[in-house]
C-alpha cells in the first residue's frame, strides 16, 4: 500500500505564494504516476496538474498553467506543489494522488488509486 500525507497549506493574501508537500511512503515502486486535485466547498473534485514520475510529461489544467508547478524530490519521496500569484478562486482543500495501473497522466479523480487526506488552501483579497 502506498500513503500520502499533505502539508503546507494555510491562509495567503491573493497575489502570495504557497508550497505543498505530499510525503509518499510504502510500496513507492508501484507509483507511475502522481497529481495534484482540488475541492472548492460545494464543488467537485477538479483536476490541477498530473506529473509521470519516470518520463516528467506533466499536464496541467488551463486555469493554473504558468503559476503552480509541480515537482518531486526523490531522495526525501516528497511530491510538492508550488503556487505562485494565488488568486482567492484558488480557495479549495488540495489533494495529492498517485496512479499505481497506468502510466499515463490522467484529469478524472477515477484514475487515481490512492488520495492524501487534503491541505486547506485559503486566499483573500
Known amino acids: 500500500q502506498v500513503q500520502l500525507v499533505e502539508s503546507g497549506g494555510g491562509l495567503v493574501q491573493a497575489g502570495g505564494s504557497l508550497r505543498l508537500s505530499c510525503v509518499i511512503s510504502?510500496?513507492?515502486?508501484?507509483?507511475?504516476?502522481m497529481g495534484w486535485f482540488r475541492q472548492a466547498p460545494g464543488k467537485e473534485r477538479e483536476f490541477v496538474v498530473s506529473?509521470?514520475?519516470?518520463?516528467?510529461?506533466?499536464d496541467y489544467a488551463d486555469s493554473v498553467k504558468g503559476r503552480f508547478t509541480i515537482s518531486i524530490d526523490n531522495a526525501k519521496m516528497t511530491l510538492y506543489l508550488q503556487m505562485n500569484s494565488l488568486k482567492p478562486e484558488d480557495t479549495a482543500i488540495y489533494y495529492c494522488?498517485?496512479?499505481?495501473?497506468?502510466?499515463?497522466?490522467?484529469?478524472?479523480?477515477?484514475?487515481?488509486?490512492?488520495w492524501g487526506q487534503g491541505t486547506q488552501v485559503t486566499v483573500f483579497s
Open positions: 494522488a498517485v496512479r499505481t495501473r497506468s502510466s499515463s497522466v490522467a484529469r478524472t479523480t477515477s484514475a487515481y488509486d490512492v
Open positions: 510504502g510500496r513507492t515502486f508501484s507509483i507511475y504516476t
Open positions: 506529473r509521470i514520475w519516470s518520463s516528467g510529461y506533466t
